[in-house]
């Protein structure tokens, strides 16, 4: 059985990108799933950005801050930010998604669709708006996921065709309604999701990555690229 602590929810999941180049990748369903599904953005005007940001900090808590290592470097004359498995990135899960009871995690969940979605906002420092852009691939795969005793197995298969094969058993805690915490020995060392319903009751699970790049006095650009599975109940 593999520990897919330090990997996180995007490879248990099924988020396995160099599978895209083995295998046909299905148009994107836009029609149920839009890029912009279940997402809230913050404002297009620059000056509004940490107020926008500021509205999620209540769901914040320790447990979830110590999972958030940035990295931070500069090569050629462009500072680069990220971090992984991003808890707060700039394209947030919408709060109207979260999980009044963990007990209604609990059951089997089957995946209806895989997706990755790079949502970007960039801005000249002397404009005060930004240009938006959202792209989204569909990605092959199946998920099964089973939630009971307060632990979360995950079950993946790369085609329809394919057998179920075991990819993961981890503890899972959920914070606040928002956050999905899958650990092993320590809290510390485990990995965030966003979690959440939509109004359909389909259990949405995301894994963000968020990186600011900046040109002191030029630009400055935020992207968050979400791997995400939608399930619903089987």
Same mark, same amino acid.
């Given at each position: 059985m593999k520990n897919i602590t330090w990997l996180g929810l995007a490879i248990a999941v099924g988020f396995c990108f160099t599978a895209v180049a083995q295998s046909a990748t299905p148009a994107p369903d836009t029609a149920r799933f839009s890029a912009t599904y279940a997402t809230a953005l913050?404002?297009?005007? !620059?000056?509004?950005?940490?107020?926008?940001? !500021?509205?999620y900090e209540r769901f914040m808590t320790k447990d979830v801050a110590r999972t958030q290592m940035g990295v931070t470097f500069e090569k050629d004359g462009i500072a680069t930010w990220f971090v992984s498995n991003s808890a707060r990135p700039h394209a947030q899960l919408d709060t109207a998604t979260r999980i009044p009871d963990a007990a209604k995690l609990v059951g089997r969940w089957q995946s209806i669709a895989h997706r990755a979605v790079v949502h970007r906002d960039s801005a000249v420092t002397t404009e005060p708006t930004c240009h938006r852009s959202a792209t989204l691939v569909q990605m092959p795969g199946q998920t099964q996921l089973a939630f009971a005793d307060g632990k979360v197995t995950i079950s993946t298969r790369p085609t329809p065709e394919a057998v179920y094969e075991r990819a993961g058993r981890q503890k899972y805690a959920l914070i606040n309604g928002r956050y999905l915490l899958l650990y092993g020995l320590s809290k510390a060392g485990g990995s965030i999701s966003l979690v959440g319903f939509d109004a359909a009751n389909r259990l949405i699970l995301r894994n963000c990555t968020a990186t600011e790049r900046r040109v002191r006095g030029r630009?400055?650009?935020?992207?968050?690229v979400i791997q995400e599975g939608i399930f619903v109940r089987q």
């Open positions: 913050p404002s297009p005007v !620059r000056g509004e950005w940490e107020r926008d940001y !500021r509205k630009y400055i650009t935020y992207q968050t």
